[in-house]
Every structure is written in C-alpha cells, then in structure tokens.
Nanobody, 116 residues
Framework: QGQLVESGGGLVQPGESLRLTCAAS????????MSWYRQAPGKERESVASITERGETVAYADSVKGRFTISRDDFENAVYLQMNDLKPEDTAVYYCNAHNHCADYWGQGTQVTVSP
C-alpha cells in the first residue's frame, strides 16, 4: 500500500522561505509523476508544481513561478518543494500526490501559514 508523508510546513512571515518534503513508500516511486497541490480555506484544491519521472519535465502554477522549485530524489524516494519569497496568499494546506499507471496516492497534508 502506497504512502506519502509530508513535512516541513509552518508559520512564516512574508518574504521568508520553507522547504516541504514528501517521503514516499510502498509503490514504484521512480515510475511516478510527483506533484504538490494546495488548498486554502474556502477554495478548491489546486496544482502547485509537478515533476515527471527522472525529473525530465517540471511544471508550475503561474502564481508560484520563479518562487517555488520542485525536485525529487529517486534514491531517497522523496520529493521536495522549495518555497521562497512566500506571500500571505500562499497560505494553505499543501498535499503531495503520486500518480502512475497503477494508482494515485495522496498525503495527509502539511499546513503553511504566511502572516506578518
């Protein structure tokens, strides 16, 4: 059974940085597209960033381009989201997602709060 565990969220001030980590287990991580989503209160879940197998292709939401960087470590079975220059509108629960031809997995989420 696949499992994703996010960590690294917290409370920061505008302009500061955070690095989220998603630890994966129980499925073929190297063959999976990995993504970060977020959901703010009262809003739908939205895609933030994604990275394909072997890191060949990355994609970002327009709202985070130039500030967020997604990366993966296929030896550690982990995916990361480096978030710089955080803004109050980045406040949300951030979720890790794994997708391959067999299954789709979600983590439990980690809270990111950006407030003065």
């Amino acid at each position: 059974q696949g499992q994703l565990v996010e960590s690294g969220g917290g409370l920061v001030q505008p302009g500061e940085s955070l690095r989220l980590t998603c630890a994966a287990s129980g499925f073929a991580f190297i063959y999976s597209r990995m993504s970060w989503y977020r959901q703010a209160p009262g809003k739908e879940r939205e895609s933030v960033a994604s990275i394909t197998e072997r890191g060949e292709t990355v994609a970002y939401a327009d709202s985070v381009k130039g500030r967020f960087t997604i990366s993966r470590d296929d030896f550690e079975n982990a995916v990361y989201l480096q978030m710089n220059d955080l803004k109050p509108e980045d406040t949300a629960v951030y979720y890790c997602n794994a997708h391959n031809h067999c299954a789709d997995y979600w983590g439990q989420g980690t809270q990111v709060t950006v407030s003065p």
